[in-house]
């Protein structure tokens, strides 16, 4: 087992090596001088006060020595300073991130203790009113965009309770009931499509679960229905589920990015957008590697989480 | 997502009704790609279909039929529905039903264009790595895996941000981000069809790896294409929406649904219809194409059966 985490977690070093030389490139390689949109297009500006620019930015040298300064820093926690307002990005990301792992937390949870029932009440009724009803709502959870929802979820509750979340952020750590006030729309909105996710996916394993040998067994010598569907059924059938969820952590990632403008929370995404907005390249290379990392982190734990589920994986 | 077993000869097939020469099995291989649309059982694909052709008959002749112009600021602001404006006015006194036709053009351009990128690019990569295996395979793979490091929405963000707002770069953008799922369906599909043995006689015949795969591979592998196309138009308009709404696609005063849904924020306590009909065309035109994906995944994949709303396990 300890092998197997070793060995995944090694499998990880090139992954994160491409990843960050595909975030150094992008920002340099796609058109556009990063200096004179900077400098706003001012031609009094002279070369001398360009170079002065890229050295700051570390835009000087061949790329491989940018590279090499660059991902030394970051590795450290060193990621430049913002070119808006000279504070360290680090200190920006340890203040945004936290908001958008909470999101991205409740988004899953929600997603996990609403999908899993209904995906099972699908498979065991199937073919009922019930689970059609499940599947198409299945399909319909997939096709609403989470900034819509977050809008007439924001709607519905201004209209019909008069309430609407507080506009600025409260850490959790001063008013954990106000803060979950203030996450409980938002997460809701991203979660809808994760939910009809995994309910669509615990459905479809449990259907090939129920079929099995060893349920008839089960069932043949007297276990009862709920039992066998719960104890026997359930547990190898949320296995399966379990590799989805790593690939929607990065759906839920994704959608905190845009729900957290709509509720004016200050994640990463939201830092993200304003970086990509004042040219802020520091903290664009910054914020999409963080992301990158996160979401890779995820999918670890989660490869993890499958071997110890399934002793099979281990084994090869 | 595998090769329908129909395309391949078989002998009790062809030995029917006497000899049959090459030609005539030619004509009967093309007919019997285009049987599955005869084989239609699910209703939730039609509705889809409908729902399609609805929203591609409103982008084409919708100008026709409300001569309207969307951007001309003709009308009081923040109507209600009436006979005049059957969805109201937005906030500068434009007609929101024109915007919206207006939107649906928008959306089914950037999402063929998006998808088009991705399908030449997707199958070219997936088609040299599944042909080719071994090194190129690995490499391309890993590229493939890099892409998929990212969440989709935060690249697209990226590429299109560094590019610069405008919805040519919207679309550029989002054509490369769904590039890599194509890359992996297309090489899913090209191993499988590879292990056929009339694969294996092409070549033995002689036939270049380029004719293999036009000729030989792509046939076979359109089944799982078509169904990802389908799906993927929804997934780009939902992106293109997504990427107007945060102010990086399609930019004002042009109007586009994200956009549209962006600028009724500022109203929401005014004006509510503002910010209903434009999120209503996004969702439903995304529910049309993930219906139709749903019925042709149906139709075209044989272990799943006739049903509605279901995933393939898997494994």
Known sequence: ??????????????????????????????????????????????????????????????????????????????????????????????????????????????????????????????????????????????????????????????????????????????????????????????SVFTLAIVMRMVRATMLEVLGQDYVRTARAKGVGKNKVVYRHALRNALIPVITIVGFEVGVLMSGAAIVEIIFGLPGVGNQLLQAIFNRDYPMIQATTLVIAVIFIGFNLIVDVLYGILDPRITAV | MSPRRRYVPEPALATEGGSVDAGAWGAMARRSRLAFLGKWRNPIGLVGAGIILFNVAVALFGRSAWNVDPDEQAYERLLPPSWANPLGTDELGRDTLARIIHGAQVSLQVGLVAVGIALVAGTVIGLLAGYYK??????????????????????????????????????????????????????????????????????????????????????????????????????????????????????????????????????????????????????????????????????????????????????
Request: net charge negative; hydrophobic share 50%; charged share 15%.
């Open chain 1, 1 to 190: 087992m300890i092998g197997y985490i070793i060995k995944r977690t090694l499998l990880l070093v090139p992954t994160l090596f491409g990843v960050s030389v595909g975030i150094f490139l992008m920002v340099r390689l796609l058109p556009g001088d990063i200096i004179d949109i900077l400098l706003g297009g001012d031609i009094t500006a002279t070369e001398e006060v360009k170079q002065e620019a890229r050295e700051q930015l570390g835009l000087t040298g061949s790329y491989p020595e940018q590279y090499w300064n660059w991902i030394s820093g970051a590795v450290q926690g060193d990621f430049g300073d913002s070119l808006r307002n000279a504070e360290p990005v680090s200190a920006i990301l340890r203040d945004s991130l936290p908001i958008t792992l909470e999101l991205v937390f409740l988004g899953l949870l929600f997603a996990v203790v609403v999908g899993v029932p209904l995906g099972v009440i699908s498979a065991i009724r199937r073919d009922s009113a019930r689970d059609y009803a499940a599947r198409v709502a299945g399909l319909v959870g997939v096709s609403i965009p989470n900034f819509w929802l977050a809008t007439l979820l924001l709607l519905f509750t201004s209209k019909v309770f008069g309430w609407v979340p507080p506009l600025t952020y409260v850490s959790p750590f001063d008013d954990p009931l106000e803060n979950l006030s203030q996450f409980i729309l938002p997460s809701l909105a991203i």
């Open chain 2, 134 to 315: 071994g090194i190129v395979d690995a490499l391309l793979m890993r590229v493939v895996d890099i892409m998929f490091a990212l969440p989709g929405l935060v690249l697209a963000v990226v590429i299109a941000g560094l590019l610069g707002p405008t919805r040519r770069n919207a679309m550029i953008a989002i054509g490369i981000v769904i590039t890599p799922a194509f890359a992996r369906v297309v090489r899913g599909a090209v191993l499988e069809v590879m292990g056929y043995p009339f694969i294996e006689s092409a070549r033995a015949l002689g036939s270049s790896g380029l004719r293999v795969m036009i000729r030989h591979l792509l046939p076979n592998i359109g089944a799982p294409l078509l169904v990802l196309v389908t799906t993927y138009l929804g997934t780009a308009i939902l992106s293109e929406a997504a990427l107007s709404f945060l102010g990086l696609g399609t930019q004002p005063p042009e109007a586009s649904w994200g956009g549209m849904l962006n600028s009724s924020r500022l109203y929401l306590d005014l004006d509510a219809w503002l910010s209903i009909f434009p999120g209503l065309a996004i969702a439903v035109v995304v529910l049309g194409f993930n219906f139709l994906g749903d019925g042709l995944r149906d139709i075209l994949d044989p272990r799943l059966g006739p049903s509605v709303g279901d995933v393939p396990v898997q494994k």
